[in-house]
């Protein structure tokens, strides 16, 4: 059973700068797609980013894109959402989410693993 722990977040200012980490652990394959998703209160899960087994594609949601960066480390087991410049408007708890197939996706319903998600709060 594939286990996905997410840690990093926090409570910064408008402006600043957090690193979430999501540590996987019980893989038996390779070659899986990873992301990252939010959660607002009140409102409907939504995609982040993602990136590919290898890392050399990755896709961000326009709301993130130039301020968020995603990354992997395979030989940790290791993924990384880099946000920068960070808004009121990221409010949220954060998930990284594991889909097994090579192929991406931008829906949470095509991820099987989740972790238990990490608040991250954003002051104005």
């Known amino acids: 059973q594939v286990q996905l722990v997410e840690s990093g977040g926090g409570l910064v200012q408008a402006g600043g700068f957090l690193r979430l980490s999501c540590a996987a652990s019980?893989?038996?394959?390779?070659?899986?797609?990873m992301g990252w998703f939010r959660q607002a209160p009140g409102k409907e899960r939504e995609f982040v980013a993602r990136?590919?087994?290898?890392?050399?594609?990755?896709y961000y949601a326009d709301s993130v894109k130039g301020r968020f960066t995603i990354s992997r480390d395979n030989a940790k087991n290791m993924v990384y959402l880099q946000m920068n410049s960070l808004k009121p408007e990221d409010t949220a708890v954060y998930y990284c989410?594991?889909?097994?197939?090579?192929?991406?996706?931008?829906?949470?319903?095509?991820?099987?693993?989740w972790g238990q998600g990490t608040q991250v709060t954003v002051s104005s």
């Open positions: 990136i590919s087994w290898s890392g050399g594609n990755t």
């Open positions: 989410a594991e889909r097994s197939a090579t192929s991406g996706s931008s829906y949470a319903s095509d991820y099987d693993y």
């Open positions: 019980g893989r038996t394959s390779n070659g899986y797609t």
